[in-house]
Every structure is written in structure tokens, then in C-alpha cells.
């Protein structure tokens, strides 16, 4: 069995750019996998494939789940990677949407499969999300970092080059792909307050969806996302007010922000300094699990 399961084959795409996020250790508060969910519903985005998931997941790292599906019946739901279509409205660009669960298993195998599927649609630039916890406020305004194939892009972003080194996830492997290969590329990526990692971050989802309109090109509708955007914000401000020690935390955390956009991004403090503020404060905290 291929790897690739067509239902159908899209033809006549125009200028397609593909949009790529996984869930799992890419997509902090849920945030990248939002992102490419709000543009397929908004874009009436159709699937033509899906990949064969024996191929590549652990299935004990991304269990399937049992869904009811009637008063006395189940079935089960399994990890899964979707391919989608979006026709664009006139004088934009198509896209292709690549969604689902972090692969588990042979990651090179699974990037050059994305890669020829995307050579052969034709696609002219290829989009990753992702998101990140970070010692970042919700009060303020998005923390986003990127990488590109080309520094037009980056200047097109308007966003720092990331600088990270380390660990990285499916989303930094495909990427790396693609460049490898000739085709271009932009890496967009979001931070997340830790302090509410659990809980979806719609603020986060719409930076990144506002970052794909200026590269990417797709029109869509953003007013939804922007009340849901007001409303995280005001639910996670009263949530940090009922904890004295939290909201004392934030707000250092927003004075140095605040100092760092003064200071300009080369002055931004290292994430060893950052590190070590947030165990001085667990330290202060006594080792509670907050």
C-alpha cells in the first residue's frame, strides 16, 4: 500500500502554497493546528488525500480514541494525517493544507513524501506553523519568530530570525526538507504564556493566521477569531488575578517586555536568563504545583 492514499487528484491549481501544522510538541495551545483548522472551514477546504497511518505513528504515543457513534455503537477515531484543497476567490493564490498528528515514526521518509507531493501540485511556497511555550505575557502582544528560504520573506513577515538551536519536532524537519530541496519556504512560530498552556490560545492561532495573509496570500474572514482572541484574554486576566503570586509574575514578565521593545531585539534577554527567573519563582512558590 502507498504511503500517499489519493481520494482524488486536484488539478489546475493556481500558484498553489502549501500550509503545514501538527498537532502535539509543534503546536503549543493548540495554537498552529488551529490555524490551518480556521482556514480550511473559512476557505471551504475540500480533502483529496490522506497519509497511510501504519506508515508512520506509534500508535502508544498517539493512541486512537473510542468515539460513541449511537446509543449502542462505537468506532474508533485514529491519529491521522489530512490533505486538503482550497480554492482561492479571484486574483489569489490556491492553497494546499497538510494538517493532522505529529508522525511518530520516519520523519525523513514523511518530509520527502510532503515534498514530492508538493513538487508535483506545482506548489511555489510552503508554510509551517508552529507554537511554543515561552516566559511571554497574554496581556501583550504575540511574540512571533520565523526562518525562510529566502530574506524577502522574512522582510515580507516583518519578523526576527529565529536564533533557536535544540530539539526540534516534525515541523523543523519539514522545513529543513524543503529547503533542501529547492522550494520556498517560511517558518512561522508563535509563543505561548506557560502559565495557561493548557488551554487553547486563540490569540496565538490568529498572529499566526494574520503572518500566512501577508506571505501566503488567502483572504478569510478573521472577526470570529478576534472576539475569541478578546475573550482569552480577558478570561486568562482574571484567572492571574485570583492568584496574587501569579499576577505578580506576569507582571514582571510585562515589564520585560515592555523594556525589550524599548531596547530593541538585540537587547532581548536569553532564554538561560528567562530560565532562570521562572525557577527563582517556582523556588519562591516552595515547589507548589500551581
Request: proline fraction near 5%.
Amino acid at each position: 500500500m502507498q504511503p500517499l492514499i489519493w481520494e482524488h487528484r486536484p488539478s489546475g491549481l493556481k500558484d498553489p502554497a502549501m500550509v503545514c501544522a501538527f498537532q502535539g510538541w509543534n503546536d503549543a495551545g493548540d495554537a498552529a493546528s488551529g490555524a490551518t483548522s480556521y482556514l480550511a472551514d473559512e476557505l471551504g477546504a475540500q480533502r483529496f488525500a490522506t497519509l497511510d497511518i501504519e506508515e508512520f505513528y506509534d500508535f502508544q504515543a498517539n493512541r486512537p480514541r473510542i468515539q460513541l457513534s449511537g446509543e449502542h455503537s462505537r468506532k474508533i477515531v485514529w491519529p491521522s494525517v489530512e490533505i486538503l484543497e482550497a480554492r482561492s476567490q479571484a486574483g489569489q493564490r490556491d492553497l494546499v493544507i497538510v494538517q493532522g498528528a505529529e508522525p511518530s515514526l520516519r520523519w525523513k521518509t514523511f518530509s520527502s513524501l510532503i515534498v514530492d507531493l508538493a513538487e508535483a501540485l506545482g506548489v511555489q511556497l510552503v508554510v509551517t506553523l508552529g507554537a511554543l511555550l515561552a516566559d511571554v505575557p497574554h496581556s501583550r502582544p504575540v511574540s512571533m519568530t520565523g526562518s525562510a528560504s529566502d530574506p524577502t520573506i522574512l522582510d515580507r513577515l516583518g519578523l526576527q530570525t529565529s536564533s533557536y538551536e535544540g530539539m526540534t519536532g516534525i515541523i523543523g524537519v519539514l522545513h529543513s526538507a524543503c529547503t533542501e530541496a529547492g522550494l520556498a519556504t517560511a517558518s512561522i512560530w508563535a509563543s505561548v504564556p506557560h502559565y495557561v498552556a493548557a488551554a487553547a490560545n486563540p490569540k496565538a492561532t490568529l498572529a499566526l493566521l494574520r503572518k500566512v495573509e501577508l506571505v501566503a496570500g488567502p483572504s478569510v474572514d478573521l472577526s470570529e477569531l478576534e472576539l475569541s482572541a478578546a475573550e482569552y484574554e480577558r478570561q486568562v486576566g482574571l484567572a492571574v488575578q485570583s492568584d496574587p503570586d501569579i499576577q505578580a509574575f506576569v507582571e514582571r514578565l510585562e515589564r520585560d517586555t515592555d523594556e525589550a521593545q524599548e531596547l530593541g531585539p538585540e537587547n532581548l534577554p536569553s532564554g538561560e536568563s528567562l530560565a532562570r527567573e521562572f525557577q527563582r519563582f517556582l523556588r519562591q512558590r516552595g515547589g507548589e504545583d500551581r
